[in-house]
């Protein structure tokens, strides 16, 4: 199973991105998916989960109310709308993938993707 983030760049503050997450091998029948991002000399921090069915999300709320999560089972892809951006949501963003019920422990999540650095200049 791989998991593939794409998505990410350069814009100015105040601007969106979508990033996306192609899950190929199989498919993750029941696993939640998350999102979560890593600032230079930070550790990896939580953004957004979404359960199989999409009907459950979570945030954090740094990221609350500008991000959107959001899945396509048909297509094996899950998204992160990110609207209104700060220089502070600069970060590598990591796409993962749980079968616990489990949000925001990166612990619980044990399939990870590559990656997709985010920059926001101000």
């Known amino acids: 199973v791989q998991l593939q983030a794409s998505g990410g760049g350069l814009v100015q503050a105040g601007d969106s991105l979508r990033l996306a997450c192609v899950v190929t091998?199989?498919?993750?029948?029941?696993?939640?998916m998350g999102w979560f991002r890593q600032a230079p000399g930070k550790e990896r921090e939580f953004v957004a989960t979404?359960?199989?069915?999409?009907?459950?999300?979570f945030y954090a709320d740094s990221v609350k109310g500008r991000f959107t999560i959001s899945r396509d089972n048909d297509k094996n892809t899950v998204y992160l709308q990110m609207n209104s951006l700060k220089p502070e949501d600069t970060a590598i963003y990591y796409c993962?993938?749980?079968?616990?019920?489990?949000?925001?422990?990166?612990?619980?999540?044990?399939?990870w993707g590559q990656g997709t650095q985010v920059t926001v200049s101000s």
């Open positions: 091998g199989r498919t993750l029948i029941n696993y939640r």
């Open positions: 979404v359960s199989w069915t999409g009907a459950s999300t």
């Open positions: 993962a993938a749980t079968s616990r019920n489990s949000h925001a422990d990166t612990t619980h999540y044990a399939l």
